[in-house]
């Protein structure tokens, strides 16, 4: 749907086409006991033990080919990862994202962690590595995978875990040993709004990034934020996604070198997050921003899906009704931060 509708507006430029990531590779932050599983499943052999796994559940099925469809994923933001080692400064993986697998198991719809794979083969190549993420799932996976390393800096802000799946990334989770501190979760209220979000992300990652002095911004672009999504509450508007993209570029530019490799990542509703990776995609390559959609695309997909989509790129005002809580909501969010700066200044600053 997202490259369809590039195309119709006419910026599409041929993708990169790189290799699957090895076995190797993906063992380099999982599990042999799960890519074996995985691996079995693959070829509709099925370990009596897979749910221990995370396979086989509602949310990570087990199909044929699974194991090679993983690891292609991976191999995107692996490539995208070694682009940048060879001097590019951004790339754009238009896809991957899968920020819940673990080292030990599959998780929320995410098998093999691309990300970590793509973080691994940059701290081992001797970079300081800034993850950030702005799904509206906590960015689980990665954090638990680097939870004891100095060189990667975790930032996650998200719905937080007392109302959303997974149930993690709260303010004390901060890292362990060496990677004390190197760990910022930023947990926001249900119904966070565009002015809230901003607010406390303009606050929080500048600061962090200027501490940490990473070499590479590693991003992972979930638009499940986006108030149309129909598995979580934040109420992000395609404006507040707007600044966030061209915020992230800015602080790639002023506090790593301009280095930066962006994946997308969870968004469930097609009309919001098709417009928010558009957008990202326009922002990224430097392209004026469309007002409208073409109208073929559009009537095109409405015929396919049945319903109707957004005819701007940007949502219309008054997308939602008026939140009675927003004040409430504000003062949460900014004693969120507060809590999670008080807690790791300590350890990050030092
Ligand atoms: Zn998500």
Avoid at 124 to 138: F, N
Avoid at 236 to 250: C, D, G, K, N, W
Wanted: proline share 6%.
């Amino acid at each position: 749907m997202l490259t369809s509708l590039l195309e119709a507006l006419g910026v599409w430029r041929a993708p990169l086409s790189p290799p699957e990531a090895s076995r190797e590779e993906v063992l380099t932050v999982h599990s042999e006991r799960l890519v074996k599983r995985v691996e079995a499943a693959s070829r509709g052999e099925l370990y009596p033990d897979l749910e221990h796994y995370g396979l086989g559940t509602g949310d990570t099925p087990v199909f044929p080919g699974m194991d090679r469809a993983a690891r292609f994923l991976v191999g995107g933001t692996l490539e995208g990862a070694r682009r940048i080692l060879s001097g590019e400064r951004r790339v754009l993986q238009l896809g991957g994202g899968l920020h819940h697998a673990q080292y030990d198991r599959a998780s929320g719809f995410c098998v093999y962690n691309d990300l970590s794979v793509a973080i691994r083969h940059l701290t081992r190549s001797g970079l300081r590595v800034a993850y950030l993420d702005i799904d509206v799932h906590h960015g689980d996976g990665v954090q638990w995978i680097h939870y004891e390393e100095k060189e990667v800096l975790t930032l996650s802000l998200h719905e937080s875990g007392r109302y959303l799946f997974p149930g993690t990334g709260h303010v004390h989770e901060m890292g362990r040993g060496e990677g004390l501190g190197k760990k910022l979760n930023l947990p926001l209220e249900p119904f966070t709004e565009d002015a809230s979000y901003l607010e406390v992300f303009e606050a929080l990652v500048p600061w962090a990034l200027k501490a940490f002095r990473p070499d590479v911004l590693v991003v992972q672009a979930g638009a499940d934020a986006h108030h149309l999504d129909p598995l979580a509450d934040l109420l992000l508007t395609t404006r507040a996604y707007e600044r966030l993209f061209r915020l992230v570029l800015e602080y790639a530019e002023a506090y790593a070198g301009g280095r930066v490799l962006v994946t997308l990542g969870g968004g469930y509703s097609l009309d919001g997050a098709v417009r928010v990776w558009a957008l990202l995609y326009h922002l990224f390559h430097g392209l004026p921003l469309p007002e409208r959609l073409p109208e073929g695309w559009r009537k095109g997909w409405e015929g396919r899906l049945g319903k109707p989509l957004t005819p701007t790129l940007h949502d219309p005002e008054g997308a939602y009704p008026e939140i009675p809580r927003r004040g409430e909501i504000e003062k949460r969010n900014r004693l969120t931060l507060q809590r999670l700066t008080e807690l790791v200044a300590p350890h990050l600053l030092h």
